[in-house]
C-alpha cells in the first residue's frame, strides 16, 4: 500500500518544529523514522506534513554528569548501545539499546521516537519507568517535564499536546546501583512478548535499600510494580523474596490476547522474567 500524499518541510531548531506543529495538528515530526513511516505506508496516520528534525543541531547528545544521564531527542538507539559510560552506570539502557529490532533499526531509530509513539510492547518504556526517567518536552508555552508513566496514556496516546516534540529524556543517577533488562520475544528483534527492567541499590549488608522495576507489554501501557518493589526492600534478595516480588509482579499485569500469546500466558511469563531481571541485577 502506498502512502497518502503529504507535503515535508525540514526545520533547523525545534522551536521551529514546534511552530510547525503549533499551527497545524496533522503535521507529524520524523527523526527515524522507525515508527512513522511503517504506519504511513499502511495509511494508519495521514499526516498533512512531515517535519523533519534530522538537521537540528545540538540534539543527538548523551551526556552525563554526577547527577544525571541526558539524551537528546536525535540520539539513535546504536548511540546507546555502544556509549561505554552506559554500560558502566546503568548496562540496563545499552542493554535494553542491542535488543530493539535491527541494526538498520537501531541505527536510525530515537528513544525519543519510541516514547512518542507510545507502542505498548516497545521496550524502552520498561527500562526507563525502572529508571524513574523524566521527559523534557518543549510547547509553544516553553518547557516541562513529567514522568515517563505519565507521558505515556495509553496504547499509542502520549501526554504531547499540540505543538508540543520532546526535546530530551533525563535520567536521575542513583550511585552503585545494579539493573537488568530481560525481554522474552518470539525471535530476536521482535516486539517483547513481555519484557522487566529492574533497579536495585543493596545496602552493605546486602539487603535491598531501594528498587524498581518497570513492565512493557503486559498492560495496555507500560507500568511500574510498585508491589513487587514493596517486596524487595529491606530484604535480601533470597529465593523466596524474589519469588514473592515476581508473583506480586504478575498480579499487577492485565495483558491482552494477541499473535504474540494468550492474556493468560503473557500473564504466567511476567512471573518468569521479572525473576530472571532481579536475578540478573545481581550478575553486575
Not at 66 to 75: E, K, M, P, S, Y
Not at 131 to 150: F, I
Not at 164 to 182: F, H, L, Q
Request: overall charge positive.
Amino acid at each position: 500500500m502506498r502512502p497518502p500524499k503529504f507535503g515535508y518541510i525540514r526545520v533547523f531548531s525545534l522551536e521551529d518544529a514546534v511552530k510547525v506543529l503549533e499551527t497545524d495538528e496533522n503535521a507529524k515530526i520524523i527523526a527515524g523514522g522507525q515508527s512513522l513511516m511503517p504506519m504511513l505506508k499502511l495509511r494508519l496516520v495521514k499526516p498533512s506534513y512531515l517535519v523533519d528534525i534530522n538537521r537540528v543541531p545540538n540534539l543527538s547528545y548523551i551526556d552525563v554528569d554526577n547527577n544525571a544521564i541526558r539524551i537528546g531527542a536525535l540520539a539513535r538507539h546504536h548511540d546507546v548501545e555502544v556509549n561505554k559510560d552506559l554500560w558502566k552506570i546503568y548496562p540496563i539502557l545499552p542493554e535494553t539499546a542491542m535488543q530493539i529490532a535491527d541494526p538498520q533499526v537501531r541505527n536510525l531509530g530515537t528513544m525519543a521516537g519510541s516514547l512518542a509513539h507510545a507502542d505498548p510492547a516497545a521496550d524502552w518504556p520498561a527500562t526507563l519507568i525502572a529508571l524513574r526517567a523524566r521527559v523534557k518536552v518543549l510547547g509553544p508555552n516553553g518547557e516541562r517535564e513529567l514522568s515517563v508513566e505519565d507521558f505515556i496514556k495509553g496504547p499509542f496516546t502520549t501526554d504531547l499536546s499540540q505543538g508540543e516534540a520532546i526535546r530530551e529524556i533525563i535520567i536521575p543517577r542513583v550511585n552503585n546501583a545494579k539493573s537488568a533488562y530481560v525481554k522474552l520475544e518470539r525471535k530476536a528483534g521482535d516486539f517483547a512478548i513481555v519484557g522487566v527492567g529492574v533497579v536495585i541499590k543493596l545496602n552493605n549488608d546486602g539487603s535491598v535499600e531501594d528498587a524498581s522495576i518497570g513492565i512493557t507489554a503486559a498492560s495496555s501501557k507500560p507500568f511500574r510494580a510498585v508491589d513487587a518493589e514493596k517486596v524487595l526492600i529491606g530484604k535480601r534478595l533470597t529465593d523466596d523474596v524474589i519469588e514473592d516480588a515476581a508473583e506480586k509482579a504478575m498480579n499487577m499485569a492485565n495483558p491482552i490476547s494477541d499473535i504474540r500469546g494468550s492474556a493468560e500466558y503473557k500473564k504466567a511469563m511476567v512471573k518468569v522474567i521479572t525473576k530472571r531481571a532481579i536475578r540478573n541485577t545481581l550478575l553486575r
